[in-house]
């Protein structure tokens, strides 16, 4: 019988996993934890307190002399900016993140799986060309982008693409759907690709040999191995967008504002009521919490898949 020696990949994986599990890593991570975790805290109790208080005393002194009230988060689910409440902004916040998370991850799963898995020519120079794409910031978009909804494009006198006025699409979402969903892609195309990429060739052959068109194979076979990754991509889209203010203030507006739009305008003018972005901001965070907390289970999945194959 011949004995496979240990391949020097296989003892340095096992050696990070020790280290990583012994009880000093674990105590480290959660000191870590703690130290990250004080001032999410410390706004939480600041939210809950007087204003007269928030402004003259630091939140540590909540714990000596406790008062709670619900003010402030009565006074930020009132405020009204641009004929448009808090509540209402978190509906919009809604309407703009749900799509701009879900149309890029569909676009760029049949991309992902196209440029791993069809054999076309030109796929991996087009593949580094779209991963390249992530250097580009959005900054850099937004001027083009906002002659493009305004005027369109024209060659020649001739319009070859529409424009998108404010009110056109999705009661004024359009834009922002749009200028997501493009900012969105060459990431999002990146990591599904790899995930794609790491199904054994096996499977593959196997599923071609039953039968099975790319039609079958990309529904039934590589979206269910490739759940892992979607999830977590989904969590960072949902996170962005949602928490996005650039894109927010440039292609809204009035009472298609997002909640972070509105929290820009919860402190006043000059920031006399700075106080109220305690209770704004947790009021802000609910939805994000719920989403991340519901898809975990995928996260550390979803960011390991590629980085092994076979």
Do not use: C
């Amino acid at each position: 019988m011949t004995v496979t020696p240990v391949s020097r990949s296989t003892r340095h994986v096992h050696h990070t996993h020790r280290t990583l599990s012994s009880p000093w890593a674990t105590m480290g991570a959660i000191i870590i934890a703690a130290v990250w975790t004080v001032p999410t805290l410390g706004l939480f109790v600041s939210s809950w307190r007087p204003a007269n208080q928030i402004t003259t005393s630091g939140w540590w002194t909540f714990f000596a002399h406790p008062e709670v009230t619900v003010d402030n988060y009565t006074t930020t689910m009132n405020f009204v900016s641009s004929r448009i409440t808090v509540a209402q902004s978190l509906v919009n916040s809604l309407t703009i993140t749900i799509p701009a998370t879900v149309i890029p991850i569909m676009l760029a799963l049949m991309a992902a799986y196209a440029l791993a898995w069809i054999d076309f020519r030109g796929r991996h120079v087009l593949f580094v060309a779209i991963f390249s794409l992530q250097i580009v910031p959005l900054q850099m978009l937004l001027v083009p982008l906002l002659r493009l909804y305004s005027g369109g494009v024209e060659i020649g006198g001739t319009q070859i693409i529409p424009s998108f006025p404010a009110n056109s699409l999705g009661s004024g979402f359009a834009q922002v759907w749009i200028t997501h969903t493009m900012s969105a892609l060459p990431l999002a195309t990146f990591m599904l690709h790899n995930a794609l990429a790491s199904i054994p060739v096996d499977i593959m052959e196997a599923a071609q040999i039953d039968g099975a068109g790319h039609g079958q194979i990309f529904r039934r076979l590589a979206l269910p191995l490739a759940m892992p990754t979607i999830a977590s991509y989904a969590i960072f889209q949902f996170l962005w967008v949602w928490n996005d203010l650039l894109v927010a203030t440039i292609f809204t507006s009035g009472r298609n504002a997002p909640v972070t739009k509105i929290l820009a305008d919860l402190s006043g003018v000059h920031g006399q009521q700075w106080y109220l972005l305690t209770a704004g901001t947790f009021v802000a965070i609910i939805v994000p919490l719920i989403v991340f907390f519901a898809l975990q289970r995928f996260f550390v999945r979803g960011l390991l898949a590629g980085a092994t194959k076979g």
